[in-house]
């Protein structure tokens, strides 16, 4: 029986409370302990790891170098983003869609302090509790200056925001760096994989795998019901989930940032990576860094969609630097290969018209783009193909009055 069915057993079987009945508030928890608050009680689990414990492969470390935040997240470099000063936060709640009717019944912290890596998880009871559970993360990020999320920035953080303003408590976090780790594994890791959400991300760059994890989908209908029977067993799985998410988070960004550094360094024997790294740092306008790194690509090795779009990105790197020697080169190696379309004839036809002012060459490959840019036109939307159209008949027009021109000059 899996873990779904296992639950739902559970839930069937627990009668020891009549339904929607109030829980007892006092009653020691199946884990963890109670902690007092000026609000209140709240129900507190909390986990440490030493420096060393092994998640999947992947060691956990105090010390992860903030330096791939240079291109990663400029905002977090500059302000001096500090992975031990930092807090990871994930929460479990009622629902999906944000706004005043969503409460995070689970709000999870993880944070380094005293050479350990600790979890806190502050779970709700009761709603009335929700006050409490606010005032002691607030009490865990007054020591911090940094945030670390998965797409917090769309969903946890706004939601804690709005429960913060709901119970008139001044937000705790207002000045914290916030870094959303999935926009840089989105740009990292989207050749590597089709799913990005962190549970795939875990298995496949920690080696982490989950065993018995409670499904996403249906956190929030079994904390309904739970509601109603007031068995906290039933949350237990939840606060593992979420446990995990917390510990892969970290270590997520540990082991990501280690691998770009290699790639920086141009040590690392992984093309993708290193092909999404140089992609980062062109578009950053690093681009003699971006070309650096695409060298190290070897094309005999990597699959031949990675080949042609390392050659793709690597000719516009060098025609931003007006390297046009290198830049020739790679057009005509994609004229050899035959495969990139109209693309290295439009960038020929550019240069032997502007740069060299050989007129009739330039024509030459306007008319070859002409006839494949035809061939490409069930391959991209109608309005780059009408686009790339209008601007190859431009060119040819333009070409054909210079050409003109100059026979008229020398006659």
């Not at 559970?10 to 009945?21: D, V």
């Amino acid at each position: 029986m899996d873990l779904e069915k296992r639950l739902y057993e559970a839930l069937r079987q627990a009668t020891l409370n009549p339904r929607g009945s109030k829980p007892d508030l006092f009653k020691a928890p199946p884990e963890g302990s109670i902690r007092q608050t000026e609000q209140g009680p709240i129900w507190m689990i909390e986990t440490s790891y030493e420096e060393g414990y092994l998640h999947g492969r992947t060691e956990l470390a105090l010390d992860i170098s903030s330096a791939p935040l240079e291109i990663l997240d400029p905002y977090c470099y500059n302000g001096n983003f500090n992975f031990s000063k930092t807090a990871v936060i994930d929460t479990e709640t009622t629902g999906l869609a944000g706004g005043t009717g969503t409460y995070p019944f689970i709000i999870g912290v993880g944070f380094w302090t005293e050479n350990r890596f600790v979890v806190r998880q502050y779970i709700l009871r009761d709603f009335s509790e929700e006050p409490a559970q606010l005032r002691t993360l607030a009490s865990d990020l007054a020591g911090l200056s940094g945030i670390l999320t998965y797409n917090g920035k769309t969903f946890d953080m706004p939601l804690l925001r709005t429960r913060f303003r709901i119970n008139r408590m001044e937000i705790p976090f207002g000045n914290h760096l916030h870094l959303d780790f999935m926009h840089p594994c989105r740009r990292l890791y989207k050749r590597h994989f089709d799913s990005l959400n962190l549970t795939n991300l875990e298995e496949k760059v920690l080696g982490f795998d989950r065993e018995d994890d409670v499904p996403a989908h249906i956190i929030p209908r079994l904390y309904f019901d739970y509601l109603q029977n007031r068995d906290e067993s039933i949350l237990l799985p939840i606060v593992n989930h979420n446990r995990n998410d917390i510990v892969s988070l970290y270590m997520l960004a540990q082991e990501t940032f280690r691998r770009v550094e290699l790639a920086l360094a141009q040590s690392l024997d992984d093309d993708l990576l290193l092909l999404s790294v140089g992609q980062i740092l062109y578009r950053s306008g690093q681009c003699q860094r971006s070309r650096e790194l695409l060298s190290c690509i070897k094309p005999q090795f990597a699959p031949r969609d990675i080949v042609d779009e390392t050659l793709r990105l690597h000719s516009k790197a060098a025609h931003k630097m007006k390297d046009w020697d290198d830049a020739l080169k790679i057009w005509n190696q994609m004229l050899r290969l035959g495969r990139f379309g109209c693309y290295p004839h439009i960038e020929l036809a550019k240069h032997h018209e502007h740069r060299l002012k050989d007129y009739q060459r330039a024509l030459d490959y306007t008319k070859i783009a002409l006839r494949l840019v035809e061939f490409e036109r069930e391959f991209v939307s109608p309005a780059s193909y009408q686009n790339t159209l209008a601007a190859l008949k431009k060119r040819q027009s333009r070409l054909l009055e210079k050409m003109n021109k100059q026979q008229n000059v020398s006659s």
